[in-house]
Structure formats: structure tokens, C-alpha cells
């Protein structure tokens, strides 16, 4: 067994003996799909827990320690904590009621335990996925990508460099994608719903999807917007204005 996934149950183990536990819900490379795991995974979970005792298992650690000490956490927001266990296991969780759980949009979860008397579906009770919206199409992405390529040379012309960066290397690479995912979706590619870079390198290869060339840093951001404009000229009927506007503050 993964350590991993060890490591929960160990701790779903302990969560059977307290009286205010109601759930422990393995998410991400711990859930459903939990044979991604490898060397590089970090624990992410849910807890699940009787009314009123969510602030107690938020503020303490003492139950994330009974399977071993923790070095390290900190709070990362209101229902839960980011953590390192002393044997470098890390974990990311958060801490809800039955009722917070079926208001949150969550997928590919995994029942670790769970009382007898725990509600039937927890793994499954988050809000049904939203319907695709109207700006969800090539044309949307497309223009996105080629507008964040615009906006972008014109702050590294002005200096601003790291926004710069952003709007190039991270906004316009977003919409590359999504463009990919509508267009050429990849066989066997599982798709994070919540980071759609996740596992990207495994679905394209460079030759579909130059990361390294569109990507390249800092100092980069003219070559970057140059080979994203490239590639989406290659791909789709790119409006001659916009692409006309990019090609002149590249030459600048």
C-alpha cells in the first residue's frame, strides 16, 4: 500500500474513536483515482464532522497526530490547514459539516470511512456541475488568447515585466488549453475540472503544445507572445486586425 493512502487510513482509524467525526473523504491522487500517487503527491482529504466541532478540528492538530508527528501546519483559510508531517508526508485539508459539504462543487472524491449512520453519498453530494457557458467556445478562447497577447506587449513595452509575464506566459497559455481541450481533446488525459494545466505535459507533446517555447520566463515575454501568435495562426482563422496589432508591438 502507498504510504499515502496508509497514512489515511492510520488517521481514519483514529477519527473511529472520536464521537464528533462523521467522515474522511480522500480527494485528488488520494480519491477515486487515488493510482496516480506517486513520490511527488501531497494528501488532500476532507473531514467531515458534527455541527459546532468544525473551529476545533480547524484550530488543533492534535487528531492530524495521531498517526505521527507534525512538524509544521498553518491555517490557509477559514475551514482548513495545509500541513507536514515530521516524515514529509504533506497534507492539505478542510473541515466541513455534512450541510457545508453538499454546497461545495467537488469531484473525484473517496469514502476513507465513515460512521454507519453517516449520510448515503457523501462522496458525490456537491452540487451538480455547472452547464457550459456561452463564452465557453473557440471563438471566446481564441480572441482571449490573441487580446491577453496585445495587453501584455504593451506593459512590457512600458516596463512592467511581470505583469507582462502573466497576461503572455499564464493568461494567454490558459487559452491555449481550453482551445486544445475543445479541439483536441487528448485520449486517456485525466482532466483536472479546477487547474486545467495539471498533467498537460502527459496529453501534448511538444510538437502539439510547445510549453518550453511559449513558457520561457521572465525575460522572455516577445518571444513567448511571438510563438503563441504563431501558434494559434496555424491553427485558427485568426482575425487579420488583432493579429496585425500584436505583429507591430512585437516589432517595436
Not at 477519527?15 to 487515488?34: F, K, M, W, Y
Not at 505583469?163 to 487528448?186: C, G, H, K, M, N
Request: net charge negative; charged share 25%.
Amino acid at each position: 500500500m502507498h504510504p499515502m493512502l496508509r497514512r489515511l487510513d492510520d488517521l481514519a482509524a483514529h477519527l473511529a474513536t472520536r464521537p464528533d467525526t462523521v467522515a474522511l473523504l480522500g480527494l485528488g491522487s488520494a480519491g477515486a483515482e487515488h493510482d496516480r500517487l506517486d513520490a511527488h503527491s501531497d494528501l488532500d482529504f476532507f473531514l467531515v464532522v458534527a455541527h459546532g466541532a468544525v473551529p476545533r478540528y480547524v484550530e488543533s492538530v492534535d487528531w492530524l497526530a495521531a498517526p505521527g508527528p507534525v512538524a509544521y501546519s498553518f491555517a490557509n483559510e477559514r475551514n482548513g490547514r495545509k500541513a507536514l508531517y515530521a516524515d514529509g508526508i504533506f497534507v492539505e485539508y478542510a473541515v466541513f459539516t455534512v450541510d457545508e459539504l453538499r454546497r461545495l462543487p467537488f469531484t473525484g472524491a473517496r469514502v476513507v470511512w465513515q460512521r454507519p449512520d453517516a449520510p448515503a453519498g457523501l462522496a458525490e453530494c456537491g452540487p451538480p456541475a455547472r452547464p457550459a457557458t456561452p463564452y465557453d467556445t473557440v471563438e471566446f478562447h481564441l480572441n482571449e488568447a490573441l487580446t491577453n497577447l496585445y495587453v501584455g506587449l504593451h506593459r512590457e513595452l512600458r516596463g512592467e515585466r511581470l505583469t507582462a509575464a502573466r497576461f503572455i506566459q499564464s493568461y494567454a497559455v490558459d487559452r491555449v488549453l481550453a482551445l486544445l481541450r475543445l479541439t483536441a481533446p487528448a485520449a486517456a488525459h485525466r482532466r483536472d475540472p479546477f487547474d486545467p494545466s495539471r498533467r498537460v505535459e502527459r496529453a501534448y507533446p511538444p510538437e502539439v503544445l510547445p510549453l518550453a517555447e511559449m513558457v520561457p520566463g521572465y525575460r522572455g515575454n516577445r518571444e513567448a507572445a511571438r510563438v503563441t501568435l504563431g501558434w494559434l495562426e496555424q491553427r485558427f482563422p485568426v482575425d487579420p486586425v488583432i493579429a496585425a496589432a500584436v505583429r507591430a508591438l512585437l516589432g517595436e
